[in-house]
């Protein structure tokens, strides 16, 4: 089974495909957040028979953003079990592919020489990152407060990587998910510590750096992101390390 960590209590972190999905319980409840690739689909439900559940008691799901790598058992789970699927309201669209926000396979061609580029592309590929998916019928979530939603989380608006990407902050837990805004490594880059994603998965590159300015101002100190290991700092501390690195970005 996918080897599962509780982050905090009743926050789990699991791993897919070089990417991390979220399961938050309550009771007999659960929400999940992201979903890994469309080859992930076993992981997370093998993450969730882990803990002594079965899909079918995931109460809602949620979205950071619409790219492939988060969308694979968010899908699987919505078509097979009608569970739904809530995003930002301006991640609607992008999740229904009425339009894609995502880097393509010709985006990646002048960089095979780069660090770590052809590996991860030729596992990523084997985990469906070519396929096409959408979700079918996606709702918006309200801008403000928790959600009702097992784990009562809290949307962050941290529009960039997409237009419509969120993270979400659990402040009972002092935890943050903070999907692809801001992440700790990537199998494109050569460090390991909170950072941005390389500008070649971004959609909005000043838009990615302000949204970090959302996260500053949250109460957290565990920092579970879209790539990479979970991390105890404070959130700021955090960000502030990634603008550090982001440079002239």
Known sequence: MTPVDE????????????????????????????????????????????????????????????HIDHMGAIVSFHERYGIPVFTDPTEVAHARREHLEQATAKDFLPMLHRHGVLPWLLRVARAGATRHLSVREPHAFPSEGPLDLPGAPVPVATHGHTSGHAAFHLPQHGVIVTGDA?????????????????????????????????????????LVPGHGPVLSVPISAAVDEARERAGGR
């Open 182 to 222: 801001l992440v700790t490594a990537h199998p494109l880059s050569k460090v390991r510590g909170p950072q941005l994603l390389p500008p070649v998965f971004d959609h909005g590159k000043t838009d990615t750096l302000a949204a970090l300015d959302r996260l500053a101002t949250l109460d957290a100190r565990t």
């Open 7 to 66: 982050v905090a209590p009743n926050v789990f972190c699991a791993a897919g495909t070089d990417v991390n999905v979220v399961i938050l319980r309550d009771g007999d409840a659960l929400t999940l957040i992201d979903g890994g690739y469309p080859g992930d689909v076993a992981a997370v439900e093998g993450a969730i028979r882990s803990l002594g559940h079965r899909p079918e008691d995931v109460q809602g799901m949620l979205l950071t953003h619409a």
